[in-house]
């Protein structure tokens, strides 16, 4: 986990703990998606095509569907935090 190290090497050094709020708010982003089987799947077929595809449409309409997904991840997180 370089990236939780990474954050609390920065959390040390700023005498700050937003560096581990956001780390621990993106992975509890991919938490959100991840522990939702569809939402999961069409997430990981969007980053195929996005991956894959050389055709501009399917390509623009796999970051449109990951940006939905992320941003509905996020909403959840923070709806969570809000308590």
Known sequence: MDEMQQAFDQA???SSTAPIHLFCR???TVVAIERDPAKAAR???AERTLQSSDVRAERQ???RDIGTIVRTAQREVEAIEAG
């Open 43 to 45: 997430f990981h077929a």
């Open 61 to 63: 309409a796999a970051i």
């Open 12 to 14: 040390g050094r700023d």
């Open 26 to 28: 993106r992975w509890a």
